[in-house]
């Protein structure tokens, strides 16, 4: 396994092979299986685009003979930072096939998370789109390459000069051979530290978990799958999202942003059966659905997750949408839970569903590690085929997420129902969790407290009726005392993604503080709520 990453011991390596979760059949591989399979059926729709499973396969073949030719070979991590579009697909599975390992920057990113992705993993190449996306990446990717010594190659798609474009060579993609328990590409944290961290994925533990997903949906070559979430997130990209639909012989369709008119018109033309949504957007589609005159009929089952969804809210989702409602809970580092098809109504509505596969294990611990007594809430530590070891180069932080024999501390707190549904109930983790996206609280501290105007600073999470939570910073001011968006602007300046920026401002005397003397952000929600 590539330096830096935690294998998974080899007793239990060994154990996941006899039982056939993993199967020894890299991403690269899968989509060669597929597209001798499904041959000319529809894989990819992207607005008046439509590219069968043949000419997908074809395709990353020929960027990966174009990447190898700037330069990138097996063990390169490759920062990809692309919207929702087919090069996604195509460029990650010519990586796969070359043995490098693409980083999956979120579309929200800008110049500060970037800088760092590229550092921590000595990326040696960026992708980008063109500027005709309404931001300049090629501008941006310039600047970060002036920063990181390791980033030889910044590469365009889109433009006059596009390395996607299949070109008609019929030069064929010498085999590279590739492990499959090694990593096939980082996703990344939600994050409790000051900077992400990156998630190493093999091909065994994703390959399993799609495979997984994908029979737990009955999935078919019936099925269209409508990526409304941003396709590098954990979610769409493979619970069981695009890769399930791949390996079912179904198509994806791309949506180029989560509004419901655009989303409504494309499920009644391509006739969606099924998309995955957060609470959020499920929220605003549901305003707007009454008043769509679009046909809906085809969808099957639509999926939320990423944040809790309240019992309410899920309650208007079948009624609405003509279809069932899937919950799922999860989370990049592993772990998935998912309501099931035969489940009773009051279940889909109010838990979280099962842990995915019967290897996973789940542990419900008290503050000290030890066991909840059932039924009782604690914090959810998990281990099992496709949870990971370890972070990427982190051993320090390793040291903290993880117990001695291997289990992740989630940071989720949940409950068991009696037959072993999983509730989540909230979290211990330092994070708000606002509409799907994930803000670390001590990153942005991190940020405010160099500001001039703030002396110290706590950032909370404070409900909101839409996003479900939004962010509010606590400071106690130096002098002249800041104001909101004196705060937002100097964040935005320094590169941070705009989902980051905080929504309120609070200025306070003091911060309260715990008996043992840190700061009482429960007492500051309940104050700000
Ligand atoms: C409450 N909190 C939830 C849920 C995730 C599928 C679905 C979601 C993610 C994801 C994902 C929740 N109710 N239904 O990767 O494959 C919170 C928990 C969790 C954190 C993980 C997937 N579903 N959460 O959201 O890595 O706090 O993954 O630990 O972005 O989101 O965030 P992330």
Sequence with gaps: ??????????????????????????????????????????????????????????????????????????????????????????????????????????AAHRGNEIRHLCRISEAVAYIVPDGRVGYDYPALAKRIQADVPTLRTILVVGGPDDFTDPGTSERGLEPVRVDPADVAFFLLSGGTTALPKLIPRTHDDYAYQVRAGSELCRLTRQDVYLVVLPIEFNFPWGCPGVLGTLSAGGTVVLAADAGADECFALI??????????????????????????????????????????????????????GCRLQQVFGMAEGMLSYVREDDDEETAYTTQGLPLSPADEVRIVDEHGDPVAPGAAGE????????????????????????????????????????GHLVIEGRIKDVVIRGGDKISAPEIEEHLLALPGVHQVALIGVPDPILGERTCACVVAHGHAPELLDLRTALQDEGLADYKLPDRLEILADLPRTPLGKVDKKALVARFS
């Design 268 to 321: 009644a033309r391509e006739r969606v059966t099924f998309t995955s949504l957060v609470p959020a957007i499920a929220h605003l589609w549901l305003e707007e659905v009454e008043w769509s005159a679009h046909d809906l009929s085809s969808l099957r089952f639509v999926q939320v997750g990423g944040a809790k969804l309240p019992a309410e809210t899920a309650r208007r989702i079948p009624p609405a949408f």
């Design 380 to 419: 959810m530590l998990v281990r099992g085929p496709y949870t990971l070891r370890g972070y990427y180069r982190a051993p320090e932080h390793n040291e903290r997420a993880f117990t001695e024999d291997g289990f992740y501390r989630t940071g989720d707190v949940v409950t068991r129902t009696p037959d």
């Design 1 to 106: 396994m590539l330096a830096g990453c935690t294998p998974w011991p080899d007793e239990w390596a060994e154990r996941y092979r006899e039982s056939g979760y993993w199967q020894g059949r890299t991403l690269g591989d899968l989509l060669h299986d597929w597209a001798r399979r499904y041959d000319d059926r529809v894989a990819l729709v992207h607005r008046e685009r439509r590219l069968s499973y043949r000419e997908l396969d074809l395709w990353a073949d020929r960027v990966a003979i174009r990447l190898n030719a700037e330069g990138i070979t097996a063990g390169d991590r490759v920062v990809v930072h692309l919207p929702n579009i087919p090069e996604f697909v195509a460029v990650c599975f010519a990586l796969f096939r070359l043995g490098a390992h693409p980083v999956f920057a979120l």
